[in-house]
């Protein structure tokens, strides 16, 4: 499992102990830690057991590529220091991942600390990538991206993702999904019987509109041929701030 982390005290703790709570055993946890961090992300990180590597680049691409370098196991999990998963959900993602025609898996999101509201949001932009999928179009969202490790490197990783739509917000998670079925032919699984439970933090921070306008650029892979959609995508810098 890869965790990017920059000034993550507040969530860290809980998201490690979620994950070192899994039925399933054989994994390495390691959180990449910005070197900007000041907090106690790492006192924290190692204190839960988790192998730390530090990163002197500022994205969060830049960090989840630096851990799949540093990782030794088959199956790489990206997931982000605020989110939580249920005990058994490694133990099911491996069963996914004996099927060997599968490179790669997403699934459902629900916010753990959203109110009834945000979580209908995260539903329906889950439910978007899971119809993605279905037309081959595979979109996973940063915390929750499994891929085989061998697939990531046959493709670039994140380095070679280059983002076309402006923004100040790294956005390569679902570019990564488009690169991998355009170059693996092979099969990637949306899984909705299988959540993570991500804090809603981001969308308290850029409220409704922003936050939707932020998840519309999924809808211009969804619906390349409507121009509205494509203009959606373009998040200009206003937004972003």
Known sequence: MIIPALNEEKYIGLTLKSIFRQTFKDLEVIVVVDDRTTDATVEIAEREGAKIVFCNKHTVSDGRHMGATCAEGEI?????????????F???????????NVVALSGLAIPYDAPMIGKVEYLVWSLARYLLNCLGKF???????????????????YTEIEDQTPSSLDRKDGLLGLRLVKN????????LDTPTFPSSRRMHKLGFL?????YAYI?????????FFRRLAYFNEKYSK
Do not use: Q, W
């Open 139 to 157: 979109f996973p969202p940063g915390y929750y991206t499994v891929i085989r490790r061998d697939v990531y490197f046959e493709i670039g990783g």
């Open 90 to 100: 490694l133990e099911k993602v491996n069963r996914k991942f004996m099927d060997k």
């Open 76 to 88: 790489l999990f990206f997931t982000d220091a605020d989110t939580l998963i249920p005990p058994d």
């Open 184 to 191: 693996a032919r092979s099969k990637t699984v949306y899984c």
């Open 210 to 214: 922003k936050f939707n306008l932020y």
């Open 219 to 227: 809808l211009s892979h969804l619906f390349p041929s409507v121009k």
